[in-house]
């Protein structure tokens, strides 16, 4: 007779502990620092947007200032007439990005479950930093300037990019079970804000010297994580001799611990009796296809809602740093640091609402809960006082109740749907499910990026925070 399911649990709790070796500590670093460094190159882009917008459009001159001559030599950097326009165009490049990156996600998803996810993951860290380069330093040191050129490198950019998160979150959930998951993804799922943060600072600290060297300090520490994530990181237990996931004595301990924890458990009694993998006799599980994993429960609806959640969370990530600038005067290297706060909040509320979710053993009602208090925050943002403590404090807390639930959504519930039953424990889905997930959130991110471009040059900034809260109410009606 099975046992209730928190009886069921408790082997698999303590199990997070006894089984926990260095190698697991040493998996959990190199990917956590991976995406940071993945995100940082991401961030400088968004904390150098006033001095890029400075250089690509005419100082004022006086009447009195000499017209230097040829004009087309003198001004060769001048893309745009306004910084209207050359804001608009810095939407599109997000947005371009976005796009790409989101068909990337798709793509790198299957390549991971195919492919060695080490060379899958150091390829795409050490080939953006090189594209990085060429777009913010190589280019202004060269003084050549080429809307389509840019256009392309940041496609190429979002599509390299995109092998980072379905490869670390497949390693992750190579590594870890269900027991903890919530506590132990939400604190790892801080990679991104600290990488947000590291970003950050390292542009910070060089943007007096020209925005070209916060590109280059970015890309070659990126390109350096890379090379140490070649040589350093363990895909799977079994490669150093330790039992994967679901290979212990008892079959059903594992089994339940990689159940997701979204459903009613009828509801999964139900599923439990069919598979939508048929049976193999080899030991070494297949990769799951992409149009099998669309049809694991929950994983269109997730991936639909956080299309929403992305949307609001990126818009952050990619312009608030422009938006302290811009509309309370603050200088960019001042706005570069106090942007810092929001991916705090990211972070403590990701783990704080991981736990949680552990506890209570669901993760939809914590989600809700969250974004209940995200719209309070986010008006109570957008009326925030030329204060810079207490714009600190409301975005800290907007942080934590936006950057919070897309932390879990895109690390622990995402493992939760690639390791369900359904899929009879196969490391092979986790990268594709993951992708899907994060590629539809990244398509909502995308239409998102150029819509506050829009919104904010017709409408002004109030109207993009009324649009932000209409986003995460649309996130609270799917689930």
């Known amino acids: 007779m099975a046992l209730p399911g928190n009886l069921r649990r408790q082997p698999a709790n303590r199990g997070l502990v006894s089984h926990c070796t260095h190698h697991h500590i040493v998996v959990f670093l190199l990917t956590f620092f991976s995406y ?41 950097s001048h893309l745009f007439p ?67 050129l840019y256009c392309c490198l940041w ?24 027991a903890g998951r919530g506590f132990v993804f939400g604190l790892w799922s801080a990679c991104a804000s600290v990488g947000n943060i590291l970003g950050a600072f390292l542009a910070s600290c060089v943007l007096k010297y020209g925005y070209e060297y916060a590109f280059l300090v970015t890309a070659s520490v990126q390109f350096a994580g890379g090379v140490i994530v070649f040589f350093g990181l363990l895909t799977s237990p079994k490669e150093v001799g330790l039992p994967e996931l679901g290979a212990d004595e008892d079959g059903r301990m594992e089994e339940d611990a990689n159940r997701p924890l979204m459903g009613d458990d009828d509801a999964d009694d139900d599923e439990r009796n069919y598979s939508i993998q048929a049976a193999d006799t080899d030991n070494q599980p297949k990769a799951i296809g992409f149009f099998q994993a669309c049809c694991l429960p929950g994983v269109v609806l997730y ?51 991981g736990l949680i979710s552990d506890v209570l053993q669901k993760r939809a009602p914590v989600l809700a809960i969250s974004l209940l208090f995200a719209v ?36 622990a519930i995402s493992a939760d749907l690639g390791r369900q039953d359904l899929v009879k424990g196969s490391s092979e889905a986790l990268a594709t499910v993951t992708g899907i997930v994060d590629g539809t959130g990244s398509i909502g991110a995308a239409v998102g990026q150029y819509l506050v471009s829009l919104i904010q040059e017709n409408l002004r900034w109030m109207w993009v925070f009324y649009f932000f809260i209409l986003m995460v109410s649309n996130f609270l009606l799917k689930i």
């Open 155 to 178: 496609v190429v950019n979002g599509l390299l990019q995109s092998t980072g998160w379905p490869c670390v979150v497949a390693v992750m959930g190579n590594w870890f079970g269900k």
């Open 82 to 148: 306004n910084a209207e326009a050359a804001t608009l165009f810095l939407g599109t490049l997000d947005t371009i990005f976005l796009f790409s990156y989101a068909v990337g996600l798709f793509v790198s998803g299957i390549v991971g479950d195919r492919l060695n996810l080490r060379w899958v993951l150091s390829f795409g860290m050490c080939s953006s930093a090189l594209v990085v380069f060429i777009f913010g330093t190589l280019t202004e040191w060269l003084h050549f300037y080429n809307k389509w």
């Open 376 to 411: 309070g925050s986010l008006f109570g943002y957008s009326r925030s006082p030329n204060s810079k403590p207490i714009n600190a404090v409301i975005m800290a807390i907007t942080g934590f109740f936006i950057g919070g639930p897309s932390n879990m959504i895109s690390s």
């Open 36 to 76: 940071s460094l993945l995100h940082a190159s991401r961030k400088t882009f968004s904390n150098v947007k006033v001095s890029i917008s400075s250089q690509w459009t005419p100082s004022c001159l006086n009447s009195t200032a000499p017209e230097l001559r040829p004009y087309e030599l003198w001004n060769s």
């Open 303 to 353: 991936s639909l809602a956080y299309a929403c959640l992305k949307m609001v969370n990126y818009s952050f990530f990619f312009w608030l740093p422009f938006y302290l600038s811009n509309n309370f005067g603050w200088k960019e290297a001042e706005a570069d640091q106090l942007s810092i706060w929001y991916d705090v909040g990211g972070i403590i509320g990701g783990t704080i609402q």
